[in-house]
């Protein structure tokens, strides 16, 4: 049996209005007992994430910005990878030049959240969090400790981030990690940054490989994590494109019908 459970957040765990259900609360709160070990794995920032860990009063590892940072079970940062600094005035310039194209910008800068523009997209997708976002020139930022830019369709589709993708792909190739987390949200992290290279840092540091994880996800941002754990389940609700791109992985209930709880209970007989 997998002695470590890791899972991302939106769209995987939590449900539909960005919550743990009881019955997920509680599979997780017995496995844990049993010395299951948790490892949550997001996009978001840990400022928010923390929060979050402290209503399930549990230890573990935190797992933010898509594998860029790491916190352990005492709140120490332990694993930080930035930016480029160098790269950050084009990346900002990028985001700008498809503003009028329907793109919100935004970057994760320490204990900060930055957007460029008030749209009501980055509101909405603000709102659900405890960590609130702040309306700033990101051009007028330092270019250092920023673990994450990224776009934001104000239409809420893919479409409209399709031709800035290409630009930055064109632009900064292998430089960069690039990928999509939600159909609306492209992020950019550091060359070789995501949810897996982080998990594996973690897992090693207390002894365990990526054999020993079961893992969960939903995004594009998920994808290397799935692929590299010991076993991978891509969720009812996940995004067509991982679900292409992982076509030969067994796919769960979606979020909102407990997928991960149902099959944590079905595999540990909780």
Sequence with gaps: MYPVVVSDLDGTLL??????????????????????????????????????????????????????????????????????EQLMPKLIELGRKYRDQEVVSSIYQGDHWYADYPHQVIMEFSEP??????????????????????????????????????????????????????????????SGISKASALEEVLRLKGFSMADAVAFGDGMNDFEMLQSAGKGLVMGNADPMLKQKLADFQVIESNQDHGVANYLDLIYAV
């Design 129 to 190: 969090q405890d960590f609130k976002v702040q309306i700033a020139d990101l051009s007028s930022l330092p270019t250092n400790n920023i673990s994450k830019i990224f776009y934001l369709s104000k239409t809420g589709d893919r479409d409209a981030l399709i031709p800035l993708e290409r630009e930055l792909q064109e632009h900064f190739g292998d430089q960069l990690n690039i990928t999509f987390s939600l159909a609306n949200c492209l992020e950019i992290m550091a």
């Design 15 to 84: 449900n539909r209005q960005h919550q743990l259900s009881p019955r997920t609360l509680q599979v997780i709160e017995k496995l844990s007992d049993r010395g299951v070990k948790f490892v949550l794995a997001t996009g978001r920032h840990h400022v928010d994430v923390a929060s979050l860990r402290q209503r399930l009063g549990m230890q573990m590892y935190l797992i933010t910005s898509n594998g860029a940072v790491v916190h352990d079970p005492d709140g120490k940062a332990i694993i930080q990878h930035n930016l480029p």
